[in-house]
């Protein structure tokens, strides 16, 4: 007996779709817009050492917030119906490569972000912290200069900011 290819896969999305909407199957955005409800006011804690990144790493979590969230971003605390504080944690950078001649080659950034929030309806803090790395390399004999590390540092802090929705889909469950 011969069947269609176009058939099966008929059948195989059907069942599919059947099982994702008989278990109750939301994504995790879903569960994010609920916690982000309302207006929200996104604090910055500048770190000394990368003042530029901490704005870049504001922005990113503004731009999630808005185009991912559909939040209504405030610019006064009293406003807020959820006041979020975020600030890089931490920022590391190790070597993990030399050249024949003992230089560094091959670099390794690893930025941690700190993020707190609470809704103001019920005052219970919730917090966690997300990490990205991105490895890098620079030509050989030269150290590395503030802008490898600051391109460094940006593409590890988008990679940490692109968990921030899963995240906070999971804490809404605490």
Known sequence: M????????????ISLAFLFNACGYKPSSYYAKKEMDGNVFVKLDVSLEDPKNSV????AVNKILIQKLD????NDEKDADVIMNLGINSVRISTLQYDKEGYNKLYKVEVTI????YRKDDEKRK???VEGEYD????TGTAITDTNRFDAITN???KAVDEI??????????
């Open 2 to 13: 011969y069947i269609s290819k176009n058939l099966l896969f008929f059948v195989f999305t």
């Open 56 to 59: 870049l790493v504001k922005d």
């Open 71 to 74: 939040s209504k971003l405030v």
């Open 114 to 117: 700190k993020i707190n929030y």
């Open 127 to 129: 917090s966690f912290t």
């Open 136 to 139: 890098f390399s620079i030509d």
């Open 156 to 158: 590890a802090s988008s």
């Open 165 to 174: 929705l899963s995240k906070i889909a999971v804490s809404s469950f605490r």
